[in-house]
């Protein structure tokens, strides 16, 4: 099943030069709690901690995982 989440694990998967983010640590714990509850591995990535990165280098996010049943 694929599924598509607008919603970061951690608050540093995102990162934004001069931009305040409206990312909340409750969306955040509400995304880890359902991770938990439904018992899945988040995969850890290899080599890099973002996979997206804006051109001109002003922003930055991880927008890609991989979650399995653990």
């Known amino acids: 099943m694929l599924v598509d989440f607008n919603v970061m694990s951690r608050i540093n998967e995102r990162r934004r030069k001069n931009y305040k983010g409206s990312t909340t ?6 995304f880890n709690n359902f991770i ?4 899945l ?3 850890p990535l290899i080599g890099r901690k973002y996979t997206w990165y804006k051109d001109n280098g ?3 996010s ?3 995982r991989i979650l399995i049943p653990s």
Request: aromatic share 0%.
């Open 25 to 30: 640590t409750r969306e955040v714990e509400g």
């Open 36 to 39: 938990e509850t439904i018992e």
């Open 41 to 43: 591995l988040d995969v």
């Open 58 to 60: 002003m922003a930055n």
């Open 62 to 64: 991880r927008i890609d």
